[in-house]
C-alpha cells in the first residue's frame, strides 16, 4: 500500500500476515531467551496461570498423551517444570512450571506488555473499543479457517 492511498481487503490480510511472522519472530526470541523450543513454550504458557494433570495438559495443547510425556521429561530435565503427586489421586501427577522459568517469562512477556500500554496510552475509548473488536473479530477468522 503506498502513502495517501486507500487500503484494500489485500493490504489487512498481508497485515495480518506480517503480525502473526512478527508474533511467530517474538516467540521465537522468548523461547531462546528461556533455553526451549516454541512447542515448549505454548507448554509453559499453559502452564503459567495454573497447575495441570497431563491428561488436561494435551486437550489444552491439542496433542497426544504420549507427546506430553516426553515434552514433561523434557522440560522437567530442563528445570523448567515440576511434577508432583496429585492430592486427590496418588497415581496422577500434577505439573507447575518452576519460580525461575515463570519469572524468565514474565520478565520476558512484560517487555511487550508495556510496549503495547506505551502504544494505546494515548487512545480515547473509542479508539480502544473499536480496535478489542477488530482483535477479537481476527481471533474469530481464525477460529473459522482452523475449523474449516
Known amino acids: 500500500m503506498s502513502i495517501g492511498s486507500e487500503p484494500s481487503p489485500q493490504d489487512l490480510v498481508d497485515s495480518i500476515r506480517g503480525l502473526y511472522a512478527e508474533v511467530g519472530r517474538f516467540d521465537e526470541y522468548i523461547a531462546d531467551s528461556i533455553g526451549i523450543d516454541r512447542t515448549a513454550l505454548r507448554a509453559i504458557d499453559a502452564l503459567k496461570e495454573t497447575e495441570l494433570h497431563p491428561k488436561d495438559f494435551a486437550v489444552k495443547l491439542g496433542i497426544t498423551t504420549a507427546s506430553v510425556t516426553a515434552m514433561l521429561d523434557r522440560l522437567e530435565k530442563g528445570g ?41 496510552a ?17 481471533k474469530m477468522a481464525f477460529e473459522v479457517a482452523r475449523n474449516k
Open 122 to 138: 494515548g487512545r480515547t475509548n473509542e479508539d480502544l473499543s473499536n480496535t478489542l473488536k477488530a482483535i477479537e473479530e481476527l
Open 80 to 120: 523448567h517444570i515440576n511434577r508432583t503427586h496429585s492430592p486427590t489421586d496418588r497415581r496422577s501427577w500434577v505439573i507447575s512450571l518452576t519460580d525461575e522459568t515463570r519469572e524468565e517469562a514474565e520478565k520476558r512477556y512484560s517487555n511487550l506488555g508495556l510496549a503495547l500500554k506505551d502504544l494505546f
